[in-house]
């Protein structure tokens, strides 16, 4: 402790990262995401078929040395599928959660700071954007704008972070009316650095728990849209996709649908943990080192 | 009747064991009334809790030679057997009676749930005993408020309630878990003496524990000292009080504020008015009623408050809880507005629009637990304001830091940690720091040693009234607690529902209260 007091303890995500570093679990599925990113990114190059090449005749075939993971009812390689899949659903979960992170703890941070009218307004506009029917305003938002990968996130986004204002709120509700906050506003801190140091911090934990829930469910809603006619078109795929189309021939061919939805699963389960690794790892209380 | 023999409670947790209690021994009789005194941490919960398999275990580990209870053995009862005891032949009242009665059930049912749960009656007649209970401990109109929520009651009422549940059991112990801690003063006075009243008139056997001294002076027959789970001392109560023979007792009787050994060595006579509060008035407008009939009601909780606090004195304000006294101290830090009136610092209005006239006046408060950070480091927290007034620059941050933290009787070593690393005494001083950083020249403390055990807050005491004396600093200290405030004060202002009803030096209120409210305070500080 007291002789490299100069390196430790600088801030808080140093300390954090020192944490998580003990957190084997949570390393694990770090690890098991940037290698997936890692793929992805790499997957014009190293992917072992094109993704819209028919074959007809193979037809769907189970997992084989030439087609490790099968091929679907039109003879394309699934593995294939699944790695360009995965390009653009790691891509729809990470920006559109970002999305919703950015203008839900900003909206929720400042609805909560500044209360009473400001705050009833801010969260009437909420309540407004909950009760629109969620597809009806994707039908609209195509009809106006078109179709595009852009507006694919931006409409996501437009919808998830609603639930993540809200909870931020509650928080920081909460949070306001400890006694450091009254100490940090005596000491005559401007308000946007109590949100920053000392409302925000503290709420990470619900922050970082509703974001790992947020990226699945984000994955999930992609497919929808997709369905709908917005964001991506065959013979794209996405994971969401792969998945939908997977239930539909779910006893014929089994593995359209175990491939996709183990890789999901994986991927969420890599979330989760890493996520509550991070949430212990920003709490100094959770750990004596 | 209650017969325990070396008691002992373990906690194995994955950071190894701990003791919580070690060889506990005593025995009550009815009529009789236990003390068990001692710190937060002594274990002096614990010990109770364990008796009635309150404890979880594991982690729990109890062990003990015999705990005998009218000849059974309590801790070879299973769990349905020990049900039938506890709450029906042994009670337990606790520390806040606004969290330990059920919000959603009427308090006339809660009652009627423990009796029918322990004696084999009907619904009425179990109504009729309820209400009986209700009126014993001196609740007016019992039948009516039999279906009253427990919001509909004041904190004392709540108490009474609560003792009421307890007793309606007709049981032949009654453990008392700091019964009076939350309440104030001149209602802990009518607690204590209603505990009193149903003490005999039932021949009821109470266990008392509390960390204040002065209380369990004035209700046990029989007292035991610990410390860290650990029997200092024990035995008949004028004895221990009187003649303490461990230096632990001692230490803690010393602790204990003593208004004839002043705090402050010099006399205070500085005419030099530095805060001039003039005429103050706040209040706020609820609405009331449903929304087609809504109507503004106005609640007044300042009313013509007019005092000056002299440059370089320590001022006590004192008041029970609601008498507006936080409002008042929220107005001077410029946390709230007023509605009317004026506040004068040095000569000219007091604001808060620039960094400058922010700094002159700093806060500390109650809770040492929620006052700081938990994701700032000691060093940022501290950092923070120096930083911002520009009190020094860069290269010196953390030599300042390290002065700061050594002022207030902390190692330079620590800067480094969590706020969670520290015990309530030594956040209370970081608290204490971080006010200082800010080279104030009125410090305001909101009960900062309210939440403290009685040898902390001593240590506390001390430490506010060097600080005042070295560095010149101008205090007000707002405290429910008279003895505190009777040995660290120059003068008292005296709060009762938002008006100041006395004031003027501390000695002359003291020992001749002139208002009939400052009266009835200083008859229920329990005699030491």
């Known amino acids: 402790m007291s002789t490299d007091i100069k390196i430790q303890g600088n801030s808080l995500f140093s300390d954090a990262l020192r944490r998580l570093k003990k957190n084997k679990l949570a390393m694990a599925g770090a690890a098991f995401l940037l290698v997936l990113t890692i793929i992805s990114i790499l997957t014009p190059w190293i992917a072992p078929y094109s993704y819209e090449t028919q074959d007809l005749y193979l037809g769907a075939t189970p997992p084989s040395a030439e087609h490790w993971l099968g091929t679907d009812v039109l003879g394309r390689d699934q593995l294939t599928r699944i790695m360009y899949g995965s390009r653009i659903s790691l891509m729809v979960g990470v920006i559109a959660t970002s999305v919703a992170l950015l203008i839900g703890v900003l909206w929720g941070t400042i609805a909560g700071f500044a209360g009473g ?28 704008f078109g179709r595009s990968m852009l507006l694919l996130f931006l409409a996501i986004g437009a919808v998830e972070w ?92 089994p593995w359209l649908l175990i491939f996709p939805g183990l890789i999901l699963s994986l991927t969420l389960f890599s979330l989760n943990f890493l996520g509550d690794g991070l949430r212990d790892a920003l709490d100094p209380k959770a750990s004596k080192d | 009747m209650l017969d325990v023999e070396s008691l002992s409670v373990k906690f194995h947790t994955r950071n190894g064991s701990s003791t919580a209690v070690e060889d506990l021994s005593f025995t009550i009789d009815a009529g009789e009334t236990l003390g068990i005194v001692g710190e937060s941490g002594s274990g002096k919960s614990v010990s109770c809790y364990s008796m009635l398999g309150l404890v979880p275990c594991p982690p729990g580990e109890i062990q003990a030679k015999s ?25 337990m009242i606790f520390q806040d009676p606004m969290t330990s009665l059920n919000p959603f059930m009427r308090i006339g049912e809660q009652i009627r749930e423990a009796i029918c749960l322990h004696q084999d009656i009907d619904k009425n007649q179990a109504k009729v005993r309820a209400i009986a209970a209700l009126e014993e401990v001196g609740i007016k109109n019992p039948e009516a408020r039999f279906r009253d929520f427990p919001h509909e009651f004041s904190g004392g009422m709540r108490q009474r309630v609560m003792i009421a549940m307890a007793l309606a059991t007709e049981p032949e112990i009654l453990i008392a878990d700091e019964p009076t801690t ?42 035991i000292v610990m410390e860290k789970g650990v029997v200092i001392e024990t035995g008949p109560a004028q004895e221990i009080f009187s003649q303490p023979k461990h230096d632990y007792t001692k230490k803690l009787l010393q602790a204990i504020p003593d208004p004839d050994k002043a705090l402050k060595s010099n006399e205070h006579n500085n005419s030099d008015v530095l805060l001039d509060v003039a005429a103050l008035y706040k209040s706020y407008q609820r609405t009331e009623g449903p929304f087609w009939r809504k109507r503004k009601v106005e609640q007044e909780v300042l009313k013509n408050i007019c005092f000056n606090v002299y440059r370089g004195e320590i001022l006590g304000l004192v008041g029970e809880s609601g008498s507006g006294k936080s409002t008042l101290s929220n107005i001077i830090t410029g946390l709230l507005d007023a509605s009317s009136g004026s506040i004068n610092y040095n000569g000219r209005e007091l604001r ?33 304001p120096l930083l911002l007034h520009k009190i020094v620059e860069k290269p010196q941050l953390q030599e300042k830091v390290e002065g700061l933290m050594v002022e207030v009787g902390l190692s330079k070593e620590v800067i480094w940690r969590y706020p969670h690393e520290f015990s309530g005494g030594q956040r209370q001083r970081i608290a204490i720091a971080r006010a200082l950083a800010c080279e104030p020249e009125l410090l305001i403390a909101d009960e900062p040693v309210s939440a403290l055990d009685v040898t902390i807050q001593a240590q506390i005491l001390r430490l506010l009234a060097e600080l005042s004396e070295r560095k010149g600093l101008t205090m007000l200290f707002i405290s429910h607690d008279l003895s505190v405030v009777h040995s660290l004060c120059d003068r008292v202002i005296v709060m009762d529902k938002g008006q100041i009803v006395e004031q003027g030096d501390c000695d002359s209120v003291f020992k001749q209260p002139q208002h009939r409210y400052t009266q009835s305070l200083i008859n229920a500080i329990p005699k030491f």
């Open chain 2, 67 to 91: 705990v005998d209870f009218n000849g059974k053995k309590l801790l070879q009862l299973n769990n349905k057997e020990l049900r039938k005891i506890r709450g029906g032949r042994i009670s």
């Open chain 1, 162 to 253: 609603l639930t993540m204002a809200r909870i931020i709120r509650g928080q920081v509700l909460s949070i306001k009316s400890q006694e450091y906050v009254t100490a940090a506003r005596a000491i005559g801190l401007p308000p946007w650095r109590i949100i920053s140091r000392y409302l925000i911090p503290n709420a990470l934990g619900p922050i970082i728990v509703y974001t790992t829930l947020t990226i699945p469910s984000v994955i999930l809603l992609e497919s929808f849209l997709s369905f709908l006619g917005l964001g991506i078109q065959p013979p794209q795929s996405s994971w969401g996709s792969l998945i939908s189309y997977g239930v539909e021939t779910m006893e014929e061919y």
């Open chain 1, 117 to 144: 009218r400001v705050d009833s307004i801010m969260m009437r506009i909420v309540d407004v954007l909950y009760a629109l029917p969620f597809s009806i305003f994707i039908i609209l938002l195509t009809v106006v």
């Open chain 2, 352 to 384: 808060f629009d620039t960094l400058a006239q922010r700094k002159k006046v700093q806060l500390v408060f109650q809770d040492p637990y929620a006052s700081l950070n938990p994701r700032m480091t000691i060093f940022d927290c501290l950092a923070e």
């Open chain 2, 182 to 223: 939350a309440l104030d003063v001149t209602i802990q006075a009518q607690i204590l003496e209603l505990l009193k009243q149903v003490q005999q008139q039932r021949n009821l056997a109470i266990i008392f524990i509390s960390h204040d001294l002065a209380v369990v002076k004035d209700v046990a027959d029989k007292v």
